[in-house]
């Protein structure tokens, strides 16, 4: 089993930054991605990033050049840097964990709210 906690998440203006963070515990070791997901009020859940163990990274369109995901091996955790926020990014955004055999693990979620 692999644990995984979100924090950060908040009210911020738009065009500001938020950091979220994503711990996790457990198993890691069989895990093979991990990766952020949002889902907005009314939409489905969303792909925005992920991170490969050799430390490549893919992001959805919808944030590339504004978001950056990374993760410190030695602390369990991955972050998603979050700039030049907008109201659309408004979401809960949950971190994911994909073992090598293709189970998900999810985490609980944390709000990001954009508003001014």
């Known amino acids: 089993q692999v644990q995984l906690v979100e924090s950060g998440g908040g009210l911020v203006q738009p065009g500001g930054s938020l950091r979220l963070s994503c711990a996790a515990s457990?198993?890691?070791?069989?895990?093979?991605?991990l990766g952020w997901y949002r889902q907005a009020p009314g939409k489905e859940r969303e792909w925005i990033a992920h991170i490969m163990p050799s430390g490549i990274t893919n992001y959805a369109d919808s944030v590339k050049g504004r978001f950056t995901i990374s993760r410190d091996n030695a602390k369990n955790t991955m972050y998603l840097q979050m700039n030049s926020l907008k109201p659309e990014d408004t979401a809960v955004y949950y971190c994911?964990?994909?073992?090598?055999?293709?189970?998900?693990?999810w985490g609980k979620g944390t709000l990001v709210t954009v508003s001014s």
């Open positions: 994911n964990g994909r073992r090598y055999d293709s189970m998900d693990y």
């Open positions: 457990g198993s890691i070791f069989s895990i093979k991605v």
